[in-house]
């Protein structure tokens, strides 16, 4: 079967892990309640947390006219793919998008990259389903918070001296060790220092991770009494990026959640992150990060590949964490991405009188990238250059339209819609609120050279 037009709208799956907001509190479910299958109807106490959207075999899209999945279209007509996606990643979407609902964490975990993926599939299939990496990029539809990569080496030698459940649990030892390594050379750009500020930041790290769930237990119990007890004192007051009101409440809610974790400490090594609606951050392989609360665009290579250490029921292997990591460290605003204006759309008068606007989110990998596009009037329209490469439109707010050539299909919040390779795209605002949605798209060529 050859697609005249390549514009197809998708059904997709929703997932229902015990982290997901529940009913229609869940963006996730609200948006794939606006297509949904038969017999579908949201449950008021069920958790749904992630809404799919791509060819991934654990969850894929569907056409919703034909039911076919997607994965099977673009094996048919490689022409939606391009020549070059399919030569790189073969006949498959080389990202997945997602909307993720998070009412409580997510784990402590870190995405492997390509050769360890490969080898962790190869050694055990059933906690590493995939044998791809999964670099990842979130951005927030509502306020978010999450933790990013490991903080400001000062920042944690302030907290091994100022909590001393901390300190006890990693060991004195391994503490003073911390301390006297990184002390004057916290923010050198000395390679040498680096290499040492790295090598025993996995020391410490080790340490905890390593710790016996008993001792973790014990040690959780103090850190919470100090919690609650000190309040804004907690921590020594906080630190930069910190209050010690902000700590000592993160630790009540996680400890809420996951009651005596490991995770509880883990979090004092890594940056508490929050994110604004339309505020992202990328988060490449093998760096530690976990998902707390708010709703998020996700977008990743195609991939399932998760190794966790903490906040987690499941599979949990922190020796594979320790190795994997690489020990970078960098303030919040390292962690955080700095969106572009999009220049391969046309506003209309309408658009640009109304402020709208298409903004990129650009991570630096070949696999994916993101546009926010924000039509703030009815009649306010944007007109796409074609790109060499797939892309995935979602609505997340408001009315609009969708059109391909001659093909012109109404938009929702929720509807979803797979664009081939080639294909001019116009989204148009149709009603009185701001028409917002976000395109993932994959274009190898370049962003000059890939332009028809």
């Avoid at 907690?234 to 400890?255: H, I, M, P, W, Y």
């Avoid at 303030?331 to 969106?339: C, T």
């Avoid at 630096?364 to 009037?377: A, G, H, T």
Wanted: aromatic share 8%.
């Amino acid at each position: 079967m050859v697609l005249q037009v390549p514009l197809i709208r998708l059904q997709c799956g929703v997932n229902s892990y015990d982290w997901g907001k529940l009913g229609k509190g869940s963006a996730a479910v609200r948006f794939a309640s606006a297509t949904p299958s038969q017999e579908f109807s949201i449950q008021e106490e069920k958790p749904y947390s992630e809404l799919w959207m791509g060819t991934h075999p654990s969850l894929p899209s569907r056409d919703l006219d034909t039911q076919r999945s997607l994965l099977d279209l673009v094996r048919e007509n490689q022409a939606l793919l391009s020549p070059e996606v399919v030569g790189l990643y073969g006949q498959k979407l080389p990202f997945l998008l997602k909307v993720l609902s998070i009412r409580k964490a997510l784990s402590i975990q870190a995405h492997p990259d390509k050769k360890l993926a490969e080898q962790l599939h190869a050694k055990d299939s059933e906690n590493y389903p995939d044998d791809n990496h999964k670099p990842e990029m979130a951005i927030a539809v509502t306020p978010f918070d999450g933790l990013c990569g490991f903080r400001p080496l000062a920042e944690i030698s302030h907290f091994l001296s100022t909590i001393p459940s901390f300190r006890n649990l990693v060991g004195d030892s391994a503490a003073a060790k911390f301390e006297s390594t990184v002390k004057g050379h916290e923010t050198s750009e000395s390679e040498a220092d680096v290499k040492k500020n790295k090598a025993v930041l996995r020391e410490v790290f080790s340490s905890l991770a390593n710790a016996k769930q008993d001792a973790v237990a014990s040690a959780a119990g103090e850190l919470v009494a100090s919690a609650k007890q000190e309040g804004d004192r907690f921590a020594g007051g906080g630190c930069q990026s910190n209050t010690g009101k902000e700590l000592a409440e993160l630790v009540e809610r996680l400890d809420g959640q996951f009651p005596g974790d490991v995770g509880l400490f883990m979090l004092l090594f890594l940056n508490f992150v929050k994110l604004e609606p339309g505020e992202g951050m990328f988060l490449q392989a093998n760096v530690p990060h976990a998902y707390l609360s708010g709703d998020i665009i996700e977008c990743m290579a195609s991939s399932d590949n998760v190794v966790r250490a903490g906040f987690t029921p499941k599979f949990k292997d922190a020796a594979t964490l320790i190795s994997m990591l690489t020990y970078s460290y960098a303030p919040i605003e390292a962690q955080k991405m700095s969106p572009s204006d999009y220049p391969y759309a046309t506003l209309s008068a309408a658009a640009y009188s109304s402020s709208s606007s298409c903004l990129l989110y650009d991570p630096p990998i070949d696999e994916f990238s993101v546009v926010k596009i924000d039509l703030r009037k009815e009649g306010a329209k944007a007109t796409f250059d074609a790109l060499q490469g797939p892309s995935i439109i979602i609505c997340t707010q408001g009315e609009g339209s969708i059109s391909v050539g001659p093909k012109i299909e109404g938009v929702k919040e929720g509807y979803v819609f797979f664009v081939g390779a080639t294909a001019e795209v116009v989204l148009e605002g149709t009603s009185k609120e701001p028409f917002v949605t976000f395109r993932a798209f994959c274009e190898l060529s370049g962003k000059e050279e890939g332009r028809l």
